[in-house]
């Protein structure tokens, strides 16, 4: 039965509150955003890959020639994002005024300007309302850093996932050659080493495990046995149909 009272002053969770949600925070490379997609499909819900409106705010920055310093120039075009995301292929395809960034989106450059700007308190702020829209049914996986922290405090099943930072740097190392790039191990691992300072250290919703989250550590687990783990705990805290 839907709820009765709700109004616009009531809390945003408690409108969406027959929909499950499943997070899973945790530090660059440790497989959220696999883990998430895999989820996704195979429970037919939607998906949030929040990385990606931080890294379009630095992109969107980026090419209109914004210093990415200028929190509230940051924070201005953070709020008039034009996105979709489309599925594609196996994932999804990112589109920021309708072209398809998905390639430039993936940059390690990107991925250290959208650390720096997700420090600014005011650019956060732009973009919660947009990933809480994301809340539809049958359901929603959402992937972050404060997913389970901040965004939706209210989720049924919260997952943490890490692993160490050298692991993390391999499979991007075997990402990047997979795919044909040039990849340097000291500084991949250098930019995650700082990656995890900037997300763990800042102010505003630092990267950390909600209290109420299940911690995996996939340093020495494949990707099935992640998957298997995740989908245990699933069961146990959504009735799944
Ligand atoms: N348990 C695992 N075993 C082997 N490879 C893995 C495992 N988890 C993830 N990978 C590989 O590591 C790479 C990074 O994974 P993924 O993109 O899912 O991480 P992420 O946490 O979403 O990173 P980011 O936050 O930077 O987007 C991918 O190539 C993925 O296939
Ligand atoms: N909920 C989130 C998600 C991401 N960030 C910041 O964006 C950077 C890029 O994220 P990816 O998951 O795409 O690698 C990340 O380093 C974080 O700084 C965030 O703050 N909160």
Known sequence: MPFQGANSLTPFWINTLSIPVITIDGPSGAGKGTL???????????????????????????????????????????????????????????????????????????GMAASRVAAFPSVRSALVECQRNFVKAPGLVADGRDMGSTIFPQAEAKIFLTARAETRADRRMKQLEDAGLAADYDKILADIKARDENDSNRSVSPLVAAPDALVIDSSDLSLDEVYDKALEYIRLKIQLS
């Open 36 to 110: 998430g997609l895999w989820l996704a499909k195979a429970l037919k819900f939607h998906l949030l890959e929040s990385g990606a409106l931080y890294r379009l705010s630095a992109l969107a920055a980026q090419l209109l020639g914004v210093d990415d310093s200028d929190e509230q120039q940051v924070a201005d075009i953070s709020k008039q994002l034009d996105v979709s995301f489309i599925p594609k292929g196996d994932g999804v395809a990112v589109m920021l005024n309708g072209q398809d960034v998905s390639a430039a989106l993936r940059q390690e450059d990107i």
